[in-house]
């Protein structure tokens, strides 16, 4: 959830913190640049972390009175990956959906009702959303498509996910009428 990352920037030192020391300016000038900074594919940076690793010579460039130094630092970064689980306070409940505060970070992070957990529903007697899952018709489901058998019934062989489109392919199970008319179909082509 929250990593260290290395960045490397050209920060500027305004004129008026040249009398102070480099480390002291470049320290300043990223505290006030990069907190609160989304930066893509590297995530939300939270604050730095320590002083700069490395500061080059500055260099003035005609017209500005700052001076740009070629700086490498350490942020702590707030990325976390695709379904991690988070742990967080309910502030908020109603029929759109929950408002969460993960770890007095976030405040404001809203669930919409769509990215319930099924079978969710809203009680409104008491204000929140209630996961209700029933395990006994799952497991009758799974012991009815095992037992398989009639006539005419067809079974999920395979699911595969192609270029994010899902391909089924179906298998006849026990249909020996079918089977008898493929055989007759073959021998009529045959003739």
């Known amino acids: 959830m ?11 030192i305004p004129p008026h913190l040249l ?12 505290e006030k640049r990069y907190p ?9 940076i939270v604050c730095p972390y320590g002083p700069p ?3 080059g010579d500055g260099i003035l460039v005609a017209g500005d009175g700052g001076a740009h130094h070629q700086v ?12 991690e689980v988070l742990i967080g306070t309910v502030t908020e409940s109603h029929e759109r959906g929950v408002t969460v505060s993960v770890g007095g970070f976030f405040d404001h992070v809203f669930i919409p009702a769509y990215w319930m957990l099924n079978p969710s529903v809203y009680d409104e007697s008491t204000g929140l959303w209630v996961w209700t899952p029933t395990y006994d ?17 067809k079974g999920i062989v395979k699911q595969e996910a192609v270029d994010d489109v899902e391909a089924t392919s179906t298998i006849t199970i026990n249909n020996s009428a079918s089977e008898e008319k493929e055989e007759e179909e073959e021998e ?3 003739n």
């Open 53 to 55: 690793l490395e500061v």
């Open 137 to 153: 018709e799952e497991e009758d489901d799974e012991e009815e498509e095992n037992e398989g058998g009639g006539e005419g019934e």
């Open 72 to 83: 490498v630092f350490q942020c702590v970064v707030f990325r976390p990956f695709v379904e």
């Open 2 to 12: 929250f990593v260290l990352t290395l960045l490397a920037d050209t920060i500027r």
């Open 188 to 190: 009529t082509e045959g």
């Open 19 to 30: 009398a102070k020391p480099t480390l002291t300016s470049v320290q300043t000038e990223i």
């Open 36 to 44: 609160n900074k989304i930066i893509v594919d590297v995530g939300l």
